[in-house]
């Protein structure tokens, strides 16, 4: 199939189809097409492009393990109110696997950090350069001891 004709079957742009083709989900020949002048076209396997549009036409189903309960509600960090709040909208983006994976993290990046506290990235990095949260810089970034970002956030709740 042409790209032309690869482009309407999908109903993807170009750009797309050449990102399809990068990541190795389409493969791609150039060939000169009797008729025409000028480069040689790009031809799809028709095989892989119908195989393709299955793919991305079937539904995808998160899974969200139920310890999300563990990262902060069992830390005390938050209200019980606001944990419920949080979990609902962790819940709908899947959001919790990523949450629970950080949990296993010696260091954190700023927006890791403010992923597990609930503070903003702008927030951490403040923290950072007033000398507030212990950092290490490793190039232009930093990275955060769990232990010194949870003394941060009992600090914060501390001071109110």
Known sequence: MLN???VEFLGYSEKTLERYGKECKLSVRYEKI???RGKPKAVFNKE???ALKQELS?????SIPESVDNIAAGQGILSEEKFERIQKYL???GYSQYLN???QKLLLTTLEASAVSGLSVF???KAIKMGDLPALKFGNRF????????IFVRGLEEGY
């Not at 079937?58 to 998160?62: A, D, E």
């Not at 990275?143 to 949870?150: A, D, N, R």
């Open 91 to 93: 819940e709908a983006w």
């Open 101 to 103: 994976s950080l949990k």
């Open 48 to 50: 892989q492009v119908v």
């Open 123 to 125: 927030a951490i990095r």
């Open 58 to 62: 079937k539904p995808t189903y998160l």
């Open 4 to 6: 032309l004709e690869v």
């Open 143 to 150: 990275k955060i001891s769990q232990e010194k970002l949870e």
């Open 34 to 36: 009797p008729g025409t």
